[in-house]
């Protein structure tokens, strides 16, 4: 509802205001304003054309007034520049006669120059050929020897190549599975087992018969005497009685002699796949075979040892150091031998002495060139200097000079004239710009742009926030905003109802925590008492006045010196040290008490303690020692000379017991 008062006094305010500006319109003061601002800053800009043109022109007639001066200068000094060109001329004659005097001395030593160079030269060549035939005789050696080596290969690879076809030949032949042979001994030796094992457990028949009697079993005469095992049912027929029926008894007897069956037929299968009779011819075939593959290898092996790429290979490898022997022997027959009377130097001293005249022929060369352009330079500048003197000396006699002198002098006084009007004209052009400050035009412009544009656009805004407050006051006048603010303050002093009600269960709620925590915190002082103690005991010797509390899992918590508080994690790190010993200490002292001793092991400790904080922890540790056992190791025993006891060294006890055994 407030919000709605407050929209339709805007609403008044606003249209007053939109009315006012419409019955004024002060944009169009302000675009007035604008026009007249941009008709003096092109003024300006005109007058500033002008004057970038008038600078030009006086830039121009001061280069043209540079120019005559230097003009005039040059026409009048050239009395004193036909001097200076006698003087050059008289200087050149002789640097030029100078030069001329050289000339045989030059040449001289450049005529010895060349004939040095030609002797080292022929020197050297003298030694690149003895050279050269010294190479080409050790290459013909060198080939020589890789021929026969080559050789020597080829034969030998053919051989190992004949070997290696032949141990092919005898493992095709030889082929056999090596896994099938072991298949089959085992086939082998399973049926020899369980052949043994059905004689062991088979019907036994023995007989011993008269001379004339005779029996048959299974359709076969029995005389004399004998014994046969029976693994089947058989029929025994006795003359003159009738016939007995054996029928071998037991499951065992008919498992066996199924299974002695397989391994028959497995067995003569085995032996059929191979190709074999026995176990004993398939065990010398595969013992051919593998021989025949070691010895295949073993070629294999020489072969590539000989000739790596195969024997092909070698050929070609053959024919090469044949064609490269006879090239070699070609090229050292047609290299001439030098003569043996001739003196012959080493090629490194040859090639050095032909440098070093090469580079004295180069020097001279260059000493020459250099004469020669000094010669034609020197004669230039002669020339140079006495054509210059002449033309000034015809120049200086000439009438034309004092014309041109008066005609520039003429000029000179004309550019002045002009050049003092322009300087003028500038001088007052630019105390107009200046006056008419083109800065502030140009400000005014943007100024009066922008308060023109401002004016529309605050006028615009103010339309069209008439028009969204008029549709905002209909929209809340249909929507019944008295009943609606009924309906919110009933609902407001139901929401107080609700929040005292809530209010007072947290009451309670918060009475009740606070007597929980107040019984559990007196349970966890009586549990923490015994440990508290016991830190206290050790504390009062490092901190005489400060107290460590132990938290809820028993763990050093709050430290306290003072009017210092704060977390055990944020001493030092020494002080950290010595708390955790301390607690060490209390925590053993408790096992004590509950009767289980403790053995207390400490290595290097209290490395980051001060001298005088390390002096109370001995104290502490000499006290917990009357009641512990402490066993203290330490790189630095000189820290622990006073602790009361008698140290030990253990590298001494090793070497000790080291010399007993």
Not at 188 to 200: D, F, K, V, W, Y
Not at 552 to 557: D, H, I, K, N, S
Request: with cysteine; net charge negative; aromatic share 4%.
């Amino acid at each position: 509802m407030h919000k709605y008062q407050e929209q339709v006094d805007r609403l008044g305010k606003l249209t007053q205001d939109y009315d006012q500006a419409e019955a004024e319109r002060p944009w169009e003061e302000a675009q007035r304003q604008l026009e007249d601002a941009r008709t003096r800053y092109q003024q300006v800009e005109r007058l500033e054309q002008q004057q970038h043109q008038e600078k030009a022109t006086l830039a121009q007639l001061q280069q043209n007034h540079r120019l005559l001066q230097q003009n005039k200068e040059h026409l009048e000094g050239l009395s004193r520049q036909l001097e200076s060109r006698k003087a050059e001329l008289d200087r050149a004659e002789r640097d030029l006669s100078t030069a001329q005097a050289q000339t045989p001395m030059i040449a001289g030593r450049l005529q010895e120059a060349r004939t040095g160079y030609e002797k080292a030269e022929q020197r050297r060549k003298l030694a690149v050929l003895l050279q050269t035939r010294e190479r080409l005789e050790q290459d013909v050696r060198r080939l020589e020897q890789q021929q026969q080596i080559l050789t020597q290969n080829l034969a030998k690879a053919k051989d190992y190549h004949q070997q290696l076809e032949q141990a092919r030949q005898q493992a095709r032949d030889n082929r056999i599975d090596s896994a099938a042979v072991k298949k089959l001994k085992a086939t082998a030796n399973q049926l020899n087992e369980e052949t043994i094992r059905s004689r062991t457990i088979a019907t036994r028949l023995s007989w011993e018969l008269d001379a004339n009697a005779s029996l048959t079993l299974n359709n076969e005469p029995l005389t004399g005497q004998g014994e046969q095992q029976l693994l089947e049912e058989s029929t025994l027929v006795i003359p003159g009685v009738g016939t007995l029926g054996i029928t071998p008894g037991g499951e065992e007897l008919a498992s066996t002699r199924r299974k002695l069956k397989t391994l028959e037929d497995s067995f003569a299968e085995q032996l059929n796949t191979l190709g074999v009779e026995s176990v004993e011819q398939a065990e010398d075939r595969l013992s051919v075979f593998e021989s025949a593959g070691r010895t295949l290898k073993h070629a294999e092996d020489l072969l590539k040892s000989v000739a790596p790429s195969g024997i092909e290979q070698l050929v070609t490898e053959q024919s090469e150091a044949e064609r490269e022997l006879e090239k070699a022997r070609s090229q050292l027959k047609a290299t001439p031998e030098p003569d043996s009377k001739a003196q012959v130097a080493a090629l490194e001293e040859a090639e050095a002495a032909f440098v070093q005249a090469g580079t004295e022929l180069d020097k001279a060369e260059s000493d020459e060139r250099g004469h020669q352009a000094k010669l034609s330079a020197l004669q230039q500048t002669r020339d140079n200097a006495k054509t210059e003197w002449q033309r000034l000396a015809e120049e200086e006699k000439s009438p034309e000079r004092q014309q041109q002198l008066r005609q520039i002098t003429t000029d000179l006084a004309n550019i002045e004239k002009q050049q003092t009007e322009l300087q003028a004209s500038l001088e007052r052009r630019e105390r107009e710009i200046r006056e008419a400050r083109p800065d502030f035009l140009k400000q005014d412009i943007e100024r009066y742009q922008n308060a023109a544009n401002h004016l529309r656009q605050t006028q615009e805004n103010r339309g069209r926030e008439l028009r969204d407050i008029k549709v905002r006051l209909e929209a809340w006048g249909a929507e019944g905003l008295e009943e609606q603010l009924n309906e919110k303050e009933a609902e407001l002093d139901q929401c107080n109802r609700h929040y005292e009600e809530l209010h007072r269960r947290a009451q309670a709620l918060d009475l009740l925590l606070t007597l929980l925590t107040e019984k559990r915190q007196a349970l966890t002082r009586r549990l923490q008492a015994p440990l508290q103690k016991h830190l206290n005991h050790y504390l009062s010797v490092l901190f005489p006045e400060a107290s460590l509390e132990v938290d809820e899992q028993l763990r050093p918590g709050t430290f306290s010196r003072g009017s210092e508080l704060g977390q055990i994690t944020e001493l030092s790190f020494g002080a950290r040290e010595q708390m955790g010993l301390i607690s060490r200490l209390a925590y053993a002292d408790l096992l004590r008490e509950a009767g289980r001793p403790t053995l207390i092991i400490l290595d290097d400790t209290l490395v980051h303690s001060d001298s005088d904080r390390l002096e109370d922890m001995k104290r502490i540790l000499f006290d917990a020692a009357s009641r512990h056992q402490i066993l203290l190791f330490t790189c630095h025993p000189e820290k622990w000379q006073d602790l009361g006891v008698p140290p030990l060294d253990i590298q001494a006890s090793k070497e000790q017991a080291a010399q007993s055994l």
